[in-house]
């Protein structure tokens, strides 16, 4: 058993929470370490996020509690009819991250029968410990930057090994799990983007979102893989026409890089389409089809190399 950062830093905001609470001698103490606990994100910026919402959500809950037991009395069907009043306007201004912790606040002023001030003070006091000790918890965020690096290493170490298996079946006719390779790259891409996202996400300021645009960029291409591969298996004999494209297949493989611009890429491809240009018509139907689906696949790997041009001019540009 993996015992997180995130838990670590979780469990501590509870118990200092709880402790400062209960320190101040505020009603239902152990209500503060709850907030923190369901207030600790992923980043900072979502744990702000959360803060504020809830902070939102309870001026809504205080408002919405007041008019509700006013109406039917400190009973369980005033607080059905808080509810009643609460959730849809919650939701309607987007704040349902606030929606359990506040009727967990409101539950105080039925049990005491009354929603003096000195209780909604005691309640939003509650709410800022909790708060306050989860922001403090996520002010130390390890950096990705070096994890993130590997992934992309890794991803292009995976794009290398795909696209000179997909060379070797044009000749071979062994796809060997290359659409279980080109599965796994995607789910591999999906996970490093959402940690990208949340390396974004943990600087205050406002900071180049290259690693998110990286990964958005080889999803986009893994994507095209999955395309070129549907075409591959379509056709009957990729031998006959393999040692087109062989030559440009492994080209790419050991050209895979960040730093590659792709213009050479796209000169080879163009020399291939001239190559096929050149050739007799097709004699059958088989033959036809075969032409058809290696233009496809041409179609497509040059969408592949595309996408990282562009991605790449882009990149210059900033």
């Known amino acids: 058993m993996r015992i997180g950062m995130r838990t670590v830093k979780t469990v501590v905001s509870v118990i200092f929470s ?16 709850i907030i923190a606990l369901l207030s600790v994100g992923n980043t900072r910026k979502s744990t702000l996020r959360t803060g504020i919402n809830r902070i939102a959500a309870f001026l809504l809950a205080t408002a919405a509690a007041f008019v509700s037991f006013a109406a039917v009395g400190y009973t369980i ?39 003096s001030w ?6 939003a006091a509650l709410m800022a410990i909790g708060l306050v000790f989860a922001l ?35 000749l071979s006719e062994n796809k060997e799990d290359l659409e279980i390779s080109c599965e796994d790259l995607l789910t591999f891409i999906r996970k490093s983007q959402t940690d990208a996202r949340e390396h974004q996400e943990n600087y205050w300021m406002r900071q180049p979102a290259y690693y998110e645009t990286y990964f958005a960029m080889r999803r986009a291409q893994a994507n095209v893989i999955k395309d070129m591969l549907e075409n591959l298996e379509r ?56 032409r058809a689906e290696l233009f496809q696949f041409l179609q497509s790997f040059k969408s592949f190399v595309e996408i990282k041009a562009e991605f790449f001019h882009q990149k210059e540009e900033k």
């Open 18 to 33: 709880m402790a400062a609470a209960s320190s101040l001698s505020l009603l239902y103490w152990p209500s503060a370490g």
């Open 77 to 115: 069907l005033g607080f059905g009819f808080f509810l009643l009043l609460f959730i849809p306007f919650a939701a309607r201004f987007k704040l349902t991250e606030g929606i359990v912790v506040n009727a967990v606040l409101v539950t105080h002023y039925l049990v005491e029968a009354r929603m």
């Open 118 to 123: 000195q209780l909604i003070s005691n309640e």
């Open 136 to 170: 403090v918890a996520n002010i130390y965020m390890p950096d990705r930057t070096r994890q993130l690096q590997k992934n992309q290493m890794e991803i292009e170490t995976e794009f290398r090994v795909i696209l000179k298996k997909m060379a070797g079946f044009l």
């Open 235 to 290: 056709i009957q004999q990729p031998a006959q026409y393999g040692k087109h494209i062989y030559g440009l297949l492994i080209y790419t493989a050991e050209t895979f890089s960040e730093t590659n611009d792709g213009k050479q890429i796209l000169l080879r491809i163009e020399e291939v389409y001239d190559g096929y240009r050149k050739m007799a018509l097709p004699e059958s139907r088989a033959e036809f089809e075969d």
